[in-house]
DNA sequence: ATCTTGTATTGACAGACGTCAATCCAACTG
DNA sequence: CAGTTGGATTGACGTCTGTCAATACAAGAT
């Protein structure tokens, strides 16, 4: 059940892949592709929810008995959702007896947290006097 | 033409709604919905490459016209992707006389990286000797 | 073995999304 | 003024996505 594409987190991909940042050069297309399947399990409100749920529970893991009550939907659009968030990674899970249990993959999250951190340092270009003030 | 939506980015929200971080609280649904909006902006490839090609640049600024001829894609594709990312509030832009320029929006990536970094020090509950050894 | 409960999968359907051709608008040019 | 060019908007079309009801599967209980 674990682990059955685990979509980026692969550092040894295009020789150069290891921190380039997203904000501090032009992202090459494979890796786009690749970067957008996460970001897109996180672009809808219930997967965002759900992952913080399991991200902010103590034991670092949750049941999933304890999450479908929390939404007014069905248990298996539920499972959908958990499935997409497993697939891009940010999740994992096992069946422990009965009940499935969930856990956050912190290396996805840290991973695009580092992708949308600029380098300490950067100029921030001056926006809020326009050159030509034209218009 | 700059700024017409604005989702996210005002903290006087909830009150509580510093930075708890997604991974540490339980998202609230209104926080989730916006922060979706975001999210699924940058759930797209090309989206990110535009995003990744207008936050590297050197002045700080892109001219649409250097990023249409980057991708195969139909003019009127690259303006709509380019007004979602605008919606999303990662980038704005300006007309200065016939061209266009866009630029990031650090505010919200900062805020995008920093909801996704995790405290510092946390346990990270020790996964990898599964509870049970079940299955 | 049968029943019951927790979770995943399948199939169907409405709505959202990515794309393009056609068109429109703004600004510079002659 | 008309003509040209950069860029946004509109309308249409096929695909993807979120949702549910129905069903299947897994594991404990009887």
Chains 1, 2 share one sequence.
Do not use: N
Request: charged letters at 25%; hydrophobic letters at 40%; aromatic letters at 4%.
């Amino acid at each position: 059940m674990s682990k059955q594409e685990l979509v980026v987190l692969d550092e040894s991909d295009d020789a150069e892949a290891c921190c380039p940042g997203l904000l501090t050069a032009p992202l090459a297309e494979g890796q786009a592709v690749e970067l957008a399947k996460v970001f897109k399990a996180l672009g809808d409100p219930v997967r965002l929810r759900l992952l913080s749920m399991i991200a902010s529970r103590s034991g670092g893991e949750v049941c999933v008995c304890d999450l479908t009550p929390a939404f007014e939907l069905s248990q298996p659009t539920i499972s959908h959702h958990l499935k997409l968030l497993r697939q891009a990674g940010l999740i994992d899970c096992e069946r422990r007896g009965t009940w499935v249990h969930y856990w956050l993959v912190p290396e996805m999250t840290d991973r695009l947290a580092g992708l949308l951190t600029r380098p300490a340092g950067e100029p921030l270009p001056e926006r809020t006097a326009p050159v030509g003030a034209a218009s």
